[in-house]
């Protein structure tokens, strides 16, 4: 196995979804490729490191401010809705038919 | 007896209970969903369009769009996963406005293979993370996810940071699972290239 065939199976062997023989073979190059052992494992890290880093919370008062508008303009919409039944559903269309 | 039980049908999850509730006009069924999910939209929105201020309309605007076509949602794959694919579209929507003269799209395939080849062969310190305080590390990954094409950065969000499945976020962006794939490889081998110069080991540093 070449490294760049490693390369090509590092998402599957990272991921775990790879049938046995193949990541057997990747192993076995693992065993004595140096530079694809390092690259596998700080590629490891990095997703790691990125899962686990709290990157981009959402802050508790930003939090209840968009639930608040996220709120009001759904039951603008109900409210609309309600106002103004699609034009199917309407019960003056149906006492017609 | 053992005819009947054999054919029960599974009791429909909280998730599918609370969307027929909303979908019904329940407010309070929605607003359930919007706290189970509210965070983790708003972590996809910031890491594709990279502005906290875009992220909160993306928010807002998803959940709105969410609540409105309530009607369509099929319940063939996850609320989540729906819900996804319409923050994905607004995030990438308020990018192209911010940068109209750059072609922002999750189809874009901008760079070869032989851009996210390793260039630099460095074993990192252990636990590299640690040789930073919380916020420079959260300043070091920003500016590094920044700096990846959008459609590699969504991809790897939701897969690495959000934990969807392959297919889930092959679903989420309309893309097949091959070119999820190559995206997601090339994200973490350029993020991994990047990181680099943070991490590596120093002459310094003590063998583990």
């Known amino acids: 196995m070449k490294c760049s065939d490693f390369l090509k199976e590092l998402t599957d062997y990272l991921d775990n979804t790879m049938d046995t023989q193949t990541k057997a073979e ?16 700080t590629t490891k890290s990095t997703i790691e490191i990125y899962r686990d880093s709290r990157l981009y919370e959402l802050p508790d008062e930003l939090r209840t401010r968009i639930h608040s508008a996220i709120i009001t303009k759904c039951e603008c919409h109900k409210n609309d809705v309600a106002a103004n039944p699609p034009a199917t559903e309407s019960p003056a269309k149906k006492a017609t038919e | 007896m053992e005819a009947i039980e054999n054919n029960v049908v599974e009791p429909p999850s909280e998730e599918t209970l609370l969307v027929e509730a909303a979908r019904a006009g329940d407010i309070k069924a929605f607003e359930s969903l919007v706290r189970r999910y509210d965070r983790n939209v708003f972590r996809i929105a910031q890491h594709i369009t990279q502005n906290r201020e875009d992220a909160e309309d993306v928010v807002q605007d998803a959940f709105l769009k969410a609540y409105q076509n309530l009607g369509q949602f099929q319940g063939q794959s996850k609320f989540y996963t729906w819900l996804v694919r319409i923050a994905v579209n607004e995030a990438l929507m308020r990018l192209r406005r911010r940068r109209p003269e750059r072609m922002v799209s999750i189809d874009e395939d901008v ?21 930073y305080t919380q916020a420079e590390l959260k300043d070091i990954l920003g500016k590094t996810i920044q700096g990846l094409p959008p459609s590699f950065r969504t991809v790897f969000v939701l897969r690495d940071v959000e934990g969807l499945s392959t297919e889930e976020t092959a679903s989420a962006l309309e893309l097949s699972v091959p070119a999820v794939k190559s995206r ?11 990181l680099n110069k943070y991490f590596k080991r120093r002459d310094g540093d003590s063998r583990p």
């Not at chain 1, 693992?30 to 694809?36: D, S, T, V, Y």
């Open chain 2, 111 to 131: 760079k070869t293979e032989e851009d996210s080849m390793p260039r630099e062969i460095a074993d990192w310190s252990p636990n590299p993370e640690q040789q």
């Open chain 1, 26 to 41: 990747l192993e076995e190059h693992l065993q004595w490729c140096h530079n694809c052992y390092v690259v596998c494992n």
């Open chain 2, 184 to 194: 997601l490889l090339r994200a973490r081998l350029q993020l991994r290239e990047r």
